[in-house]
């Protein structure tokens, strides 16, 4: 019997959209019962800017990254990769729009 052969749908091509990085971190967070605002305190930025991120309306930068890396002992690549597929997703989009 041969083996079916399996090939990944590129993230762009989805239609349902990746998890945007905030909302790994926010189940990150309630997986340690740990706030924003300490999150924040730890990892040396403002309440502002993790909250934001949390709520979709900031990306992971790759200074974020490095910071979010070291507090949970990840590596920046896991952030900027969930930040990437997230940000090519949304361009895909973006040109079917305008039709590009």
């Known amino acids: 019997m041969k083996s ?9 091509e989805r239609e349902v ?3 945007h ?7 990150i967070l309630e997986d340690e019962g740990l706030t924003q605002k300490k999150l924040a305190g730890e ?11 949390i709520n979709g309306k900031r990306g ?4 974020m990254a490095l910071r979010l890396s070291k ?6 690549l896991f952030w900027i990769n969930l930040q990437a597929n ?10 079917e729009k305008v039709g590009a």
């Open 17 to 19: 959209p990746p998890t």
């Open 60 to 63: 992971i930068t790759p200074e």
């Open 86 to 95: 997230y940000a090519l997703w949304k361009a895909a989009r973006k040109l």
């Open 71 to 76: 507090r949970f002992g990840t590596t920046p």
């Open 43 to 53: 990892i040396g930025v403002s309440f502002r800017a993790v909250n934001e991120l």
């Open 4 to 12: 079916k052969e399996y090939k990944p749908i590129p993230v762009w």
């Open 21 to 27: 990085p905030g909302e790994i971190l926010r189940e």
